[in-house]
């Protein structure tokens, strides 16, 4: 069983930094790639970071490139979003992903939904 955990979210305002946590259990980490997805209301979810099983290998919106930094510790099973120069348009719920498969090689977008976490919400004021 998965269980993917996020925190971080809150209320920023425009130009700041946030960093998102996405603590994972019940599945050998290591072995998944795990993405950000955000939604905003009324649209669909938007793959906003991935990052590679391996740790090397990293995708990023357009709209976000520049701007945030996925990383990984597979040691404390935990992925991270760092996001900086925050615009209004970064307005939504952020919900951590891991892949359906081990060492999956769909990519950008995964083959299948996987697991998701509840989601955290970042707010970012003009």
């Known amino acids: 069983q998965v269980q993917l955990t996020e925190s971080g979210g809150r209320l920023v305002q425009a130009g700041g930094s946030l960093r998102l946590s996405c603590a994972a259990s019940?599945?050998?980490?290591?072995?998944?790639?795990m993405g950000w997805f955000r939604q905003a209301p009324g649209k669909e979810p938007e793959l906003v970071a991935r990052?590679?099983?391996?740790?090397?290998?990293?995708y990023y919106a357009d709209s976000v490139k520049g701007r945030f930094t996925i990383s990984r510790d597979n040691t404390n099973n935990t992925v991270y979003l760092q996001m900086s120069s925050l615009k209004p348009e970064d307005t939504a719920v952020y919900h951590c992903?891991?892949?359906?498969?081990?060492?999956?090689?769909?990519?950008?977008?995964?083959?299948?939904?996987?697991?998701w976490g509840q989601g955290t919400q970042v707010t970012v004021s003009s």
């Open positions: 992903n891991m892949d359906s498969q081990p060492y999956g090689t769909a990519w950008p977008l995964p083959r299948t939904r996987g697991y």
């Open positions: 019940g599945r050998t980490f290591s072995r998944f790639a």
């Open positions: 990052i590679g099983w391996g740790g090397g290998r990293a």
